[in-house]
């Protein structure tokens, strides 16, 4: 299988409860909830994206023709003789539209543990040592079961007790980044989370340090 990938970078995990871990982030090209354009944004399952997922320009971007080559690219990225688990987190756009078995074993055989951050909208592989769910539509949810749940907040089609009851075993808010309602979107979380404490707070922290 061939693998249309936008970037390859090297960073540290903004969000959820890996935060601050350092991680090689793999971003798969597509989503299957908005095709990327802003014409058709107001339209999409996720018109709130802040994610350039389209097209194949980024850093170490290209269409790789088999699990070997994407992993061995991988694997150069993670800085050599380094203590610790490799990290290696597939995320999109939407990463399992093409995110698959042959290259998680592969990069699992390098030593990685492999995670996955997705909408939900398609079963995860139970080879993935981690998955994240952040879903955007609950009619489209068919992976109701992982190790995190991630809830844009506020989302006025999905509220936190439509999902508070699945098969998670951390739930994060996460406030919706939308300009100057950022600073409230902040609050109303941290005021949910303090009347909620199942739930925890998810900052993109990324942003607030400005790195990538």
């Known amino acids: 299988m061939a693998y249309n990938i936008k970037e ?11 935060a601050g871990r350092p991680a090689i982030f793999c971003r798969f090209t597509g989503c299957n ?25 980024g850093t170490y971007g290209g269409k790789y023709s088999t699990a070997q ?12 003789n380094a203590l ?3 990290y290696v987190v597939c995320t999109g756009g939407e990463p399992l539209l093409q995110l698959d078995r042959a290259l998680i074993l592969k990069l699992q055989e390098y030593g990685f543990e492999v995670a996955a951050e997705t909408n939900g909208t398609k079963t995860a ?10 879903p955007k539509n609950l009619d489209k949810l068919i992976q109701k079961s992982g190790n995190e749940i991630k809830l844009v907040y506020p989302l006025s089609h999905i509220k936190p007790k439509d999902v508070e009851n699945l098969d ?20 109303a979380v941290i005021d949910y989370c303090l009347k909620n404490p199942k739930w925890h707070m998810s900052l993109q922290r990324h942003k607030l340090l400005n790195i990538r």
């Not at 996460?174 to 950022?182: A, F, N, R, S, V």
Request: glycine share 8%; net charge negative.
């Open 8 to 18: 390859i970078f090297y960073s540290l995990q903004g969000e959820g409860h890996h």
């Open 33 to 57: 909830l908005w095709n990327g354009l802003e014409k058709s944004r107001q339209n999409s399952d996720c018109d709130f994206c802040d994610t350039d997922f389209t097209g194949t320009d």
């Open 69 to 80: 080559e994407l992993a061995d690219i991988i694997k150069t990225i993670w800085p050599k």
């Open 84 to 86: 610790g688990k490799p």
């Open 125 to 134: 592989p139970k080879e993935l040592d981690w998955v994240c769910v952040s």
């Open 168 to 187: 998670f075993q951390h739930f994060y808010l996460q406030p919706l980044d939308e300009g100057k309602e950022t600073q409230k979107n902040t609050q």
